[in-house]
């Protein structure tokens, strides 16, 4: 905290509240905790002092409070509630299903879905004067729909904005060709890459066969794979799937469930899942460059060497502690091609 004193005043400072006190009062000032001006979705703002102009600083309130010890004063940043809703522009009605992005300096770009009433479902609370774009993808090309001076007197009144309905592709086997993953190791994040690359490296001049399949994964492959395996398993009806940004794909085929269910099966077994465990999307090790799917043959009687040390490779379970040395760790023998970072 950093004191301040005017006179007979004096301000305490910290990052979230400011405080004022009486400096005659012998009594310690309480006071409540500001709110915070963060959305839970977003990641906090840099602690570095912003040389934004003074728009993107937010309104300051003041609070005046009485407690016990005396009357204190806390200055908060005001907030806005921001809605946005979207029509279809060829017939007025609430426009479902439409992925489109909010864009400032403050919160970076996000993209968010709309539901059946033309809204994401809950608002966009940013901080008062912030300056938000708004994004829509139309063609193949961002389009830009309008700018939002963040204002808390528009709380609770929607910013409406039309948009072309976005054509849905129904699902099947040939969304396998969408949202590739890599099978590079230079697409992993670290350190899951280098210690990947490593042990890779050690089974290799051991002589030893390795087959990678995947290594990064989108998150949209990830919604792909997941909910076309759900259905296959019976485990979503195809009406029930929720949308994914960027992904404009009919799970029902126009309301004929067998259809649907018959183009999920193809789906899942276009991606050649079988029997394995999917992750969610955005849940999977896969989705951060921490895992690779790799099948390890023609392992057995070799010897690799990892650290400057030597390991006897004689069964699957010596592969298994030798990885584990360079955090390279198997999911187990329910998913037997993954290797994580973190066994998940």
């Known amino acids: 905290s950093n004191i301040v004193t005017d006179g007979s005043t004096e301000w305490t400072y910290s990052t979230d509240k400011l405080i004022e006190n009486n400096s005659s009062s012998t009594g310690s000032a309480s006071t409540s905790n500001a709110p915070s001006t963060t959305p839970p979705s977003q990641k906090p703002s840099s602690t570095k002092p912003s040389t934004s102009s003074e728009v993107n600083k937010g309104t300051v309130i003041r609070d005046d409070k009485v407690t016990q ?4 004063h806390e200055v908060r940043t005001k907030q806005a509630k921001i809605t946005i809703k979207f029509l279809d522009e060829a017939t007025d009605k609430p426009l479902s299903g439409l992925t489109y992005w909010t864009q400032s300096t403050k919160y970076g770009k996000n993209a968010s879905t709309t539901g059946s009433d033309g809204t994401r479902g809950r608002t966009h609370d940013s901080d008062v004067g912030i300056s938000i774009a708004v994004i829509v993808n139309e063609n193949g090309k961002e389009i830009k729909k309008g700018t939002i001076i963040a204002n808390s007197d528009k709380n609770g009144v929607a910013y409406v904005y039309k948009a072309k309905k976005p054509k849905l592709d129904p699902s099947g086997a040939h969304w396998h060709s969408r949202f590739k993953a890599s099978t590079s190791l230079d697409d992993l994040s670290e350190p899951f ?50 949308p994914w940004p960027g992904v404009n794909i009919d799970w029902t085929h126009g309301g004929n469930k067998s259809k649907a269910v018959e183009a999920a099966r193809a789906m ?3 991606y050649g899942i079988g029997g394995n465990p999917v992750g969610k999307p955005s849940n999977s090790n896969h989705n951060v460059g921490f895992a690779v799917d790799m099948t390890v043959t023609n392992y057995s009687g070799k010897t690799i060497s990892l650290n400057g040390n030597k390991y006897k490779i004689n ?4 592969l298994v502690a030798a990885g584990k040395k360079v955090s390279v760790i198997w999911y187990g023998s329910k998913d037997k091609p993954h290797w994580s970072q973190t066994g998940r």
Do not use: W
């Not at 010890?69 to 204190?72: C, N």
């Not at 069964?315 to 010596?318: A, G, L, P, Q, T």
């Open 268 to 270: 899942h077994a276009s």
């Open 193 to 242: 890459k280098s210690n990947a690359k490593k042990f890779i490296s050690a089974l290799k001049a051991a002589n030893i066969s390795v087959r990678i399949s995947t290594t990064y994964r989108p998150d949209a492959r990830s919604y792909l794979m997941y909910y076309s395996t759900n259905i296959k398993r019976g485990k979503i009806s195809p009406e029930k799937v929720p």
């Open 315 to 318: 069964e699957f379970n010596d």
């Open 69 to 72: 010890q005396g009357p204190t």
